[in-house]
């Protein structure tokens, strides 16, 4: 049997897990509490330096009131500016030649007329 890899950037996912917990105004310790796990495994899930499973990310996600795609997409899909906010993020990985070719093909479906 073939394995197949999954591409999940953990280190993203603890960055947003930093991000979130500091907007609610919670310590590593605060968190960890709740979760009843180590400060020092926190850490490294928030560094990147270790994986983190599903359930754990489901009971963070519930501590923090946030919906879980935040962690693993970034985005939320109930904020009206998610399509925005996920466009920009992938636009600004692309070359100057993608993007002119992008924003060529908006403004053809937008109906913008050329200048």
Known sequence: METVEANIDFKL???????ERLKKGMSQEDLAEKLDVAVAYLSRVERGGTT????????????????LERFVTGIIKE??????????????????????????????????KFV
């Open 52 to 67: 983190i499973n599903l359930t754990r990310l489901g009971q963070i996600s519930l501590i923090l009131d946030v919906p």
């Open 79 to 112: 904020d009206k500016n998610y399509l925005e906010e996920d466009f920009y993020e992938i636009f600004k990985q692309c070359s100057q030649d993608k993007k002119r070719l992008i924003y060529n093909i908006a403004r053809i479906v937008a109906g913008v």
């Open 13 to 19: 996912i603890g960055e947003r897990l930093r991000e």
